[in-house]
């Protein structure tokens, strides 16, 4: 039986050089390009500041792979008690869904802010008391609890 080879690819997310990330950032393309990566996740935070289909050529011609990563935040909550975030959120989800097939993205990911990863600040019981402690965690999810991001990256 021969040893199946797996090889390893490294991508980084355009979280790293700017935010939001859009057309004016594509010269960052060859230099993420040169120092090694094979994969560039663009994190849409607002989709309409960038050129997809020249996101694509480009990425091409360079032999990146492109994945997307959401930029969620309190309008996109899709587990909020306010509908319009709610409607917002499932609306940014699936326009992230036609991007990716766009891109050829296998993948579109990112934390949608379920409540028990939610700042104090932004958590709210049906009771309406607000901060630590409002919420109840009935069934948690396995490893460690831990937001990524910061305010500054949420939806503007």
Known sequence: MMAQHTTIRTGISTFVYASPFKTADFHLLPK???AGYDIV???VEQADLIDWDLLVSMTRD???QITLSGAFGPRRDISSDNAAFRKEGLDYILECIRLAEKTGSPCSEGPCIPPWAKPASCRRSRSGRSGPGAWRTCASPP???KTTGSS???NR
């Open 32 to 34: 993420i390009r040169s």
């Open 41 to 43: 996740e663009v994190a």
């Open 62 to 64: 360079l032999g990146l």
């Open 143 to 145: 490893g460690p609890r």
């Open 152 to 154: 500054r990256e949420w």
